[in-house]
């Protein structure tokens, strides 16, 4: 007996479908920006003022406004062209996973800074790289993995070209992430505008 | 071989069920897009699935225009779930050991 359709493809195509119209990766993109400029406004301020706290919760709040502003943008722009679609919650053991995955490449990053300031540029690449291309090879994205070998190109670029390393390394890292991600995306959601004109009759 | 739930087996409300597997809910628009059914395809299969109590229907409106949600409903989720197990169940072939008897044979030297 044959399987009617394949339900994986299905599933993972609604994953992918989701990051379609290029807003993820602008946000991504843009959060990666901010977390450099974040970094380079702390290495900018002079010593005395002693903002850091300051900075960071910019850098917090500026985060929260990116997701804020990403769900206003799916509503205006993806929803009233390809329907609305509500992914679930994820669970309090994903969230859990999460919040110890952060947890973790804050230290990681914190060691490399502090200790081996020359690895933090290529570590910090593929760490970025893993973040992208684990869930591209989860809904066979090959958008999201090739945005993962970017990164590890810009990674190698800083690393064997430039003398940028620890904090100025790692700024400069997300920083060109950042800006490849909100170019990638604008191009993507330009397409996705051109390809997904407003539906006329939006119910049945 | 276990029975297979022939609501669910259709190849339309298959992609229907699949489709609001992976997500908490979504409209009517949305799934038209996905499963490229018509309206009238979509409505008749939808309603199919709502009197098996597979799927949950809200029918709202946002400002003016009419909102259709749909999710699956818990029973709905139970029986994807053993349908997707028993569709393995029939497509892995068994590992269970042969029967085959061996039977040394001795080659003349």
């Known amino acids: 007996m044959e399987p009617p359709l394949d339900v994986d493809d299905v599933v993972s195509r609604v994953r992918r479908n989701w990051m379609k119209d290029g807003l993820a990766e602008i946000m991504l993109g843009l959060l990666f920006v901010l977390m450099g400029g974040g970094s380079l406004a702390k290495l900018a301020l002079p010593r005395w003022l002693s903002l850091d706290l300051l900075t960071s919760a910019l850098t917090v709040a500026g985060a929260l406004g990116l997701v804020w502003g990403f769900k206003k943008a799916k509503e205006r722009i993806t929803f009233p062209r390809c329907g609305y679609v509500a992914l679930p919650q994820p669970t309090r053991m994903s969230r859990a996973a999460m919040f110890a995955m952060f947890a973790a490449f804050g230290v990681i990053f914190t060691l490399l800074m502090t200790q081996f300031n020359r690895m933090t540029v290529p570590v910090s690449a593929l760490v970025f790289a893993l973040i992208l291309t684990a869930p591209g090879l989860r809904v066979k994205g090959l958008r999201m993995i090739w945005e993962g070998v970017l990164t590890l190109l810009f990674g190698a670029f800083l690393f064997w070209f430039t003398d940028l390393d620890g904090s100025r390394g790692l700024m400069a890292l997300t920083g060109m992430i950042g800006a490849a991600m909100v170019i990638i995306g604008a191009v993507r959601l330009r397409n996705f505008l051109k390809s997904n004109p407003l539906a006329q009759e939006p119910e049945a | ?109």
């Open chain 2, 1 to 109: 071989m276990s029975e297979l739930d022939r609501i669910i087996h259709e190849p339309a409300r298959l992609t229907i069920i699949a489709l609001l597997s992976s997500v908490k809910e979504a409209d009517f628009l949305y799934l038209l897009r996905e499963t490229k059914l018509t309206k009238g395809n979509l409505s008749t299969h939808l309603m199919r699935l709502e009197e098996a109590g597979y799927v949950e229907i809200e029918k709202s409106f946002r400002g003016k225009i009419p909102l259709t949600l749909v999710r699956l409903s818990s029973e709905g989720r139970a029986a994807f779930l053993s349908y997707r197990k028993s569709m393995k169940d029939i497509l892995t072939p068994s590992k269970a050991p042969s029967k085959v008897r061996r039977i040394p044979i001795q080659l003349p030297t």
